[in-house]
Each structure stands twice: as structure tokens, then as C-alpha cells.
């Protein structure tokens, strides 16, 4: 009988280790995440740009340049920050926008990622919420290693 109950946690521990390396480990835990096939691949090409409201375009833009050095230590990509231009084709695109509007959707600190092989967009209400978005897309990305 011990041997039956010890066999069957084992298998529960082993069935929710299995379930959770399916998604990735965040901190702290996003309120909703879909995770779909696909990765989105780091590049020397890859674009930042960004587009915030005035009132929140300098602490986005010191937001998004921090991010930018970030990368630059570990990878060795310079990867260039500008404003969106409209109708630009990127082939690599990491995008940052503030809209008040979004605050209805995931509140005032709050944000949403999106990430596909070919982009990954980050919209929050503000650009603490832009902050946050990045800070967890740091998270998700594999093991960062300082170049020489």
C-alpha cells in the first residue's frame, strides 16, 4: 500500500514538472499567456523602435535605450533605437508603444507582449508599464553571456 501512494506522487510530481517546462518561468506571473510555436530570433539586424505619447516619451525612450544597452552587453549587437516610421518594412522588429488607451486593457501598470519569429511588440499605458514589459521579455530570453 506505501508503495502505491509513494508510486502515485511521484508520478503527480513528475506529471506537473512535465506540464510546467511547457511555459516559461516568469516573475511575477502574467495574468493571462498563450504560448504558441515559434521563436523570435535575436539579430545584428533587429530594429527597436518606439512610439509614446509626450508625456511619457522621454522616461519610454530611457526605458527602451536601457533595454538596448542590456542586449548590447550580452549579445555584442548595437541594435538601433528610433522612432516608428510609418509604412517601414523591418525584417527583425522589437516595438515599443505607450498609449493611454491601453490602460482599459491591463491597466495603468500593466502591458502586453507579443512575441512572433518575425517581431515582438510591447504596448503599455505608460512607460512604467512599458518598463515591466521589458523586464519580462529579458526574462524570456535564453541565458544571456557577456561578450569580450
Known amino acids: 500500500m ?12 513528475l506529471t ?9 518561468a516568469i516573475i511575477p506571473q ?4 498563450v ?13 527597436i523602435t518606439i512610439l509614446a505619447v509626450p508625456t511619457e516619451a522621454q522616461h519610454s525612450e530611457d526605458g527602451v535605450q536601457q533595454l538596448a544597452a542590456t542586449l548590447k552587453t550580452a549579445t555584442g549587437f548595437k541594435l538601433p533605437v528610433s522612432g ?21 486593457q491591463v491597466g495603468v501598470e500593466g502591458y502586453q507582449l507579443t512575441v512572433t519569429p518575425e517581431y515582438i511588440s510591447i504596448q503599455a499605458a ?11 521579455l529579458l526574462q ?3 541565458p544571456l553571456r557577456r561578450q569580450p
Open 140 to 142: 524570456l530570453l535564453p
Open 84 to 104: 516608428v516610421s510609418i509604412g517601414a518594412v523591418y525584417e527583425s522588429l522589437i516595438d515599443f508603444r505607450v498609449s493611454p488607451v491601453m490602460s482599459k
Open 35 to 47: 504560448v504558441k510555436e515559434g521563436v523570435f530570433q535575436l539579430t545584428p539586424k533587429t530594429k
Open 16 to 24: 506537473a514538472v512535465a506540464f510546467a517546462a511547457n511555459e516559461p
Open 126 to 136: 505608460t512607460s512604467t508599464g512599458l518598463f515591466y514589459g521589458s523586464q519580462t
Open 30 to 33: 502574467p495574468q493571462k499567456m
Open 2 to 13: 506505501k508503495f502505491k501512494v509513494i508510486l502515485g506522487l511521484l508520478i503527480l510530481s
